[in-house]
């Protein structure tokens, strides 16, 4: 599969792969102001500590930190402030069954802009690991790291 060129990615939650074991991810749009977009274009995001919550029937994306723009002036926006994500209604059906029915999470994976310069949100519906699986994940990593090195060394 090729990657694609187009795509810049701004903020990347590395860590919820970790934390969470994926189930299922979807693409959302994200409502920005301008001062927002700006930040976002010059690569300042972070969205580590963030989630995504239903709250009346629509689906916000909470504690994302994107940082003032340095020449908003008056206009600029709340870094944390609340985002409301956009997804059709069956997609937001979909998510806040699993949130509610089956105990999952949603948790954003990655921040970025398409091909089309348009900001979307990858949104995972997730459920947390427990401790012994964290333990595997990392038993996993050093063993592929492992494996990587002895094949550099054999040539």
Known sequence: MAKNTNIKTVADNRKARFAYEVMDTLEAGLVLSGTEVKSLRE????IQESYASVEGGEIWLINAHIPEYFAGNRFNHEPRRRRK??????EMARMAQAVEREGMTMVPLKLYFNE???AKLQLALAR????????ETLKQRDWSREQARLLKERG
């Open 128 to 135: 947390g690991k427990k401790l012994h699986d964290k333990r």
């Open 43 to 46: 690569g300042h995001a972070n």
């Open 116 to 118: 089309r310069g348009i």
């Open 85 to 90: 994500l956009l997804l059709s209604k069956k």
